[in-house]
C-alpha cells in the first residue's frame, strides 16, 4: 500500500487510524439526487449508493519539509469517553503502530497542526498511560487556532459537556506544548498555516510549497461532491454560510496554485488537483496514493 509521496522537497505520508460512514442526509443542503449525479467523481470511495451513506477516513498527514517532522491533525484516540458519538466511543486502533511502521518515532515529531479543535482531529495529541493522559508526541510544539481556543473553552460560545471532555483528554494535557496562533503562522520557510473560519471560528489550512504545491484543509470539505456543489453545507460546520464561502476561496486558490488538496477525511486516494471552471469547480486528477 503506498501511503507516501514526494512533493518537491518535502514528502507527505498518510497513517490511517480508521474508516467510518455516517448517512447522506447529514449533508442537509444537497438533494439525494445529487449523489447520484456525481457517482463519476463519488464511486467507488466517497459513497455507498445503496446504504445511502457517505465514506470517511479518520487519518492523520505526517509532512516532512524543511528539516521538519510535522503531523497535521491527530484523528480520535485511543480510550476517549466519547457517548455522544457512538462510532469513535473507546475506540481502539493500532494508530501508533501504523505511525511507527510508517517509519516515524513520536519523539522525532518537531510540530504538531490541529487544523481546529473537533474531537476527531486532536485525538492522538495524547495517550492513556497507566491511567493519565500523557503527550503522545513529547518534544513537539502543538500549534493551536487561538480562536477555537477561546471559542471551545469556558464560557465560549462552543463550550458544552462533550468540548469539556475533549479539552481534558486531548488538549489540556498538552498545555505546556501548545502555541497558540492567529492571523499567519509561517512554521518554515516552506509551510504555512493560514485562517479558514467557517467550519469552526479557527479552523486553519497548512500550505506546503518546497517545489510542488500542497494544502492539507482538515475539514474544510468532508466529501467530494462539496467541489462540484460548494456551497452544500455539512451538518459539522459550526457556520454554514462562512464555511461555504471559505471552501470556494481556498478551492480557488488551490486551483490557482495548482496545489494537490488534502482534506483530513477523503479516503481515496487522498486528495485532488482541483479546477476552476468560472465559478465552478472539479477534479483534475488525485494524489498518486492507493485508494483506501
Ligand atoms: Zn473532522
Given at each position: 500500500m503506498n501511503n507516501r509521496l514526494t512533493l518537491g522537497g518535502a514528502c507527505v505520508t498518510r497513517v490511517v487510524e480508521t474508516h467510518i460512514q455516517m448517512r447522506t442526509s447529514l449533508f442537509a443542503d444537497t438533494p439525494a439526487h445529487a449523489w447520484a449525479d456525481n457517482a463519476d467523481l463519488l464511486e467507488?470511495?466517497?459513497?455507498?449508493r445503496d446504504g445511502e451513506l457517505w465514506r470517511i477516513a479518520m487519518q492523520s498527514w505526517v509532512v516532512e519539509a524543511d528539516g521538519l517532522l510535522v503531523v497535521v491533525d491527530t484523528g480520535v484516540g485511543n480510550d476517549r469517553d466519547r457517548p455522544h458519538m457512538p462510532p469513535l466511543h473507546h475506540l481502539s486502533t493500532d494508530f501508533l503502530a501504523q505511525f511507527s511502521a510508517a517509519g516515524?518515532?513520536?519523539?522525532?515529531?518537531d510540530v504538531v497542526v490541529n487544523t481546529h479543535l473537533h474531537t476527531d482531529h486532536v485525538g492522538w495529541n495524547t495517550h492513556l498511560v497507566d491511567g493519565r493522559w500523557v503527550p503522545?508526541?513529547?518534544n513537539a510544539r502543538y500549534v493551536v487556532p487561538e480562536a477555537d481556543h477561546r471559542f471551545f473553552g469556558?464560557?465560549?460560545?462552543?463550550?458544552?459537556d462533550g468540548m469539556r471532555t475533549v479539552l481534558a483528554d486531548s488538549v489540556i494535557p498538552v498545555t505546556d506544548q501548545i502555541q497558540l496562533w492567529s492571523d499567519?503562522?509561517?512554521?518554515?520557510?516552506s509551510l504555512r498555516l493560514r485562517p479558514a473560519a467557517g467550519?469552526?471560528?479557527g479552523s486553519s489550512v497548512l500550505w506546503l510549497d518546497a517545489g510542488s504545491p500542497a494544502v492539507f484543509v482538515g475539514d474544510l470539505t468532508h466529501c467530494p461532491i462539496q467541489i462540484r456543489r460548494p456551497d452544500d453545507a455539512c451538518a459539522f460546520d459550526v457556520d454554514p454560510v462562512a464555511a461555504g464561502g471559505t471552501r470556494r476561496r481556498v478551492f480557488a486558490e488551490a486551483a490557482q496554485a495548482r496545489a494537490t488538496v488534502f482534506p483530513a477525511h477523503y479516503p481515496g486516494h487522498g486528495g485532488p488537483v482541483i479546477v476552476a471552471i468560472g465559478d465552478a469547480f472539479d477534479v483534475s486528477n488525485w494524489a498518486g496514493l492507493d485508494a483506501i
Open positions: 467507488p470511495s466517497f459513497w455507498d516515524f518515532d513520536p519523539a522525532d515529531v503522545t508526541f513529547p469556558p464560557g465560549g460560545d462552543g463550550e458544552n499567519d503562522l509561517q512554521l518554515s520557510p467550519h469552526t471560528p
